[in-house]
């Protein structure tokens, strides 16, 4: 048994923590979790956990927003309470994918959003609109989005002899990097000195279309009245919001001292925290599924279903002594006719062997179930799929049913008791003492590295 602790149980997944809590040797917390009419959560924590070490169980399955704000909610009065150390357990991770954010040379993330300039012509740029000129770099080309006569424009106006060596824009735009930025009354008060941006929040309707610059003081109309109006270039990707980061920050605000988690679908996740977060492997378990459950395993080959999962695919494929294959996304055209098989490629052979497809998390199963045709074709006998995280949303159970696939295995991370009811292939392992033992370790300040280990 263990003392001075606090076992709490969202309502994502009570199976689980029932499970945990009878490994530990200790009840479920008394808590109430519920909603008001209007949907708000609402939680109720109605016994004393001042001074006690708190281990929050919730998953990041099914209704994935309602689950996380109750664990916010609840991670939030427990510190209230005075709760020594608050730990959130997350078997499935939720927002886990949204880390995932393209990024081109420089860093910075781009926006994917369809549009009539996402095509070649049209490549990302992160440079600045108009482009500013450096003392020690040439003059720029301008701006390139129709409005091509504004630097000529700048280059032919002549002030008077005075004024032209202080006040010219060009000039006062290099004296502002070598002299530093001018106030704004000064550039005001010139009369003579207003640069192109200062005329057009004044209200000016000057010209540099033609090469002159004439005020609206002259009574001459500009050639071009849509010259004015400055349109930046054609290909800028508004920045995208990084979920990953956000959930981190809600987690950490919220008062978490210390995240328990498994098979993130990103490890960069972790770098997210400022506070501990422990990654727990269900590697283990599908190791030993493969060697206890699988006929003649040495015979059968590991198979991961895209590039992204090989690590996770050989890790277990060399603890085993067991060959590995990978399926390729080809985005060429091919030889194939079948549609569905067009864009995946298999590098290795698993002719004549029992397939056994390697994957952190099975969402719409759109994944393991094109691979399992496609390695159905080149003569695999069976196909197994091991998957730690078992989503299955959607009509992923109609899918699998009708898939190649001979056995999908999964870990009970998220509650599988409906899905197991409508799919006879599926097959569930426990991770409840997995979690029971880390937490039991943490609570005593033992080390968990040996969670972590394969063998």
């Not at 664990?71 to 150390?85: E, F, G, H, P, W």
């Not at 696939?405 to 426990?430: A, F, I, Y």
Request: aromatic share 6%; net charge neutral; with cysteine.
């Amino acid at each position: 048994m263990v003392r001075n602790i606090v076992v709490l149980g969202g309502s994502s997944h009570p199976q689980l923590t029932q499970t945990i809590c009878s490994h530990l040797g200790v009840a479920p917390a008394n808590v109430l979790l519920d909603k008001f009419s209007v949907g708000e959560t609402r939680v109720e924590i109605k016994e004393s956990v001042r001074g006690k070490d708190v281990y929050i169980i919730q998953s990041g399955g099914g209704k994935v927003n309602d689950n996380l704000m109750e664990l916010l909610i609840t991670i939030s009065a427990c510190k209230t309470a005075s709760a020594r150390q608050v730990t959130a357990v997350l078997p499935l991770f939720p927002y886990s994918r949204q880390s995932d954010i393209p990024y081109n040379k420089t860093g910075a993330p781009l926006s994917k959003a369809s549009n009539c300039f996402n095509k070649p012509d049209f490549p990302y740029i992160l440079d600045s609109l108009p482009q500013t000129p450096h003392p020690d770099h040439a003059q720029s080309a301008g701006l390139t989005n129709g409005i091509d006569g504004l630097h000529k424009g700048l280059s032919k106006i002549q002030l008077d002899e005075s004024s032209s060596a202080a006040s010219s824009p060009q000039n006062a735009r290099f004296a502002s990097y070598v002299n530093g930025p001018h106030n704004r009354a000064e550039t005001s008060d010139s009369g003579k000195s207003t640069t192109y941006f200062d005329r057009q929040k004044n209200g000016s309707t000057s010209s540099l279309g033609n090469g002159t610059a004439k005020d609206e003081n002259n009574g001459t109309k500009p050639n071009n009245p849509k010259s004015n109006v400055f349109q930046p270039q054609p290909g800028y990707k508004q920045w995208v919001a990084q979920a990953g980061t956000l959930v981190a920050d809600l987690l950490t605000c919220a008062g978490a001292d210390h995240i328990i988690t498994m098979d993130l679908h990103d490890a960069q996740y972790q770098g997210f925290f400022d506070i501990p977060v422990d990654n727990l492997y269900g590697r283990p378990l599908l190791k030993k599924y493969i060697q206890y459950q699988i006929p003649d395993f040495q015979q059968a080959v590991i198979v991961s279903p895209d590039a992204g999962g090989a690590k996770r695919a050989t890790a277990i494929a060399d603890g085993l002594g067991m060959p590995f294959a990978l399926i390729h996304k080809e985005r060429r055209p091919t030889k194939i006719s079948d549609r569905q098989n067009a864009t995946m490629m298999l590098v290795g052979e698993v002719a004549n062997r029992t397939a056994i497809l390697i994957d952190d998390l099975a969402d719409t199963s759109n994944t393991i179930t094109r691979a399992a045709k496609l390695l159905k074709k080149e003569g695999a006998t069976k196909v197994y799929a091991l998957l730690t995280h078992g989503i299955l949303s959607g009509d992923a159970i109609d899918r699998i049913n009708a898939s190649a696939l001979d056995k999908v295995v999964v870990t009970n991370s998220v509650p599988q008791d409906e899905h197991k009811s409508r799919c006879s292939k599926l097959e569930v392992l426990e991770v409840g003492t997995i979690f029971a033992e880390a937490i039991r370790r943490v609570h005593y300040g033992e080390s968990i590295s040996v969670l972590f280990q394969y063998d």
